[in-house]
């Protein structure tokens, strides 16, 4: 069964400290992986990844994929209490062989608290 | 403004009653869908829509129904509603890897 898993479930930092945040995954038929922040509202995207090894990066925000080991970090460096959201990983995967029938499978979030 | 609106925002219903919540994108996307989001079980797709007049099942479909008569608007049916059916629901749209939210429902059950 596809599965994506985010890990802390939750963590509280003070301004200015760095977090990373991970995402690891269980996929068939692998096409992409997206981060979203999720305040009080709807999902706003970050980024999309579909390459190993390379960084995806805006402003303090950065998060790179791992094929081979099946998973993503982001980071959020010189944090803010506007940082303060709950970080949602997806995966997108076909689900047939000619690859244009695709599903997002979603991790639970990572929920950040950053005190002033 | 490129954006997904929905609407309502907030409803409070009974058990029975049928609703509709509309869901429009201004963008041209041919990739429509409906989410529900509830605490612990994160978001779970309910229908989507690949195309005018293509829909299928998401991962939690029963109890729901979906229309897409034209590109740019995307219902969702409640024929029956039951208390179950509680949660923060969100439309979005997709072109290519990126979705793009509505800015959410928010229904209750009575």
């Known amino acids: 069964e596809d599965k994506v898993v985010q890990s802390p479930l939750s963590l509280v930092v003070h301004e200015g400290d760095t977090v990373t945040l991970n995402c690891s995954y269980e996929?068939?038929?692998?096409?992409?992986l997206l981060w979203y922040k999720q305040e009080k509202k709807a999902p706003t995207f970050l980024f999309m990844l579909t390459s190993s090894g390379i960084e995806k990066k805006s402003g303090r925000l950065s998060s790179i994929l791992d094929k081979k080991e099946l998973f993503s970090i982001l980071n959020i460096t010189a944090t803010q209490t506007g940082d303060s959201a709950v970080y949602l990983c997806a995966v997108e995967a076909s689900f047939n062989n000619a690859g244009n029938n695709r599903k997002l499978i979603w991790g639970l979030g990572t929920s950040l608290a950053v005190n002033p | 403004e490129a954006q997904v609106t929905q609407n309502p925002r907030y409803l409070i219903t009974v058990t029975g009653k049928k609703l509709t919540v509309t869901c429009s994108q201004n963008m041209n996307h041919e990739y429509m869908s409906w989410y529900r989001q509830d605490p612990g079980l994160g978001l779970r797709q309910i229908y989507y829509?690949?195309?005018?007049?293509?829909?299928d099942k998401g991962d939690v479909p029963e109890g729901y129904k979906v229309s897409r008569k034209e590109k740019r608007n995307f219902p969702l049916i409640l024929e029956s509603p039951s208390p179950n059916q509680t949660s923060l629901y969100f439309c979005a749209s997709k072109y290519t890897d990126t979705q793009y939210f509505g800015p959410g429902t928010r229904l209750t059950v009575l």
């Open positions: 996929v068939t038929n692998f096409r992409s």
């Open positions: 829509s690949m195309n005018v007049e293509v829909t």
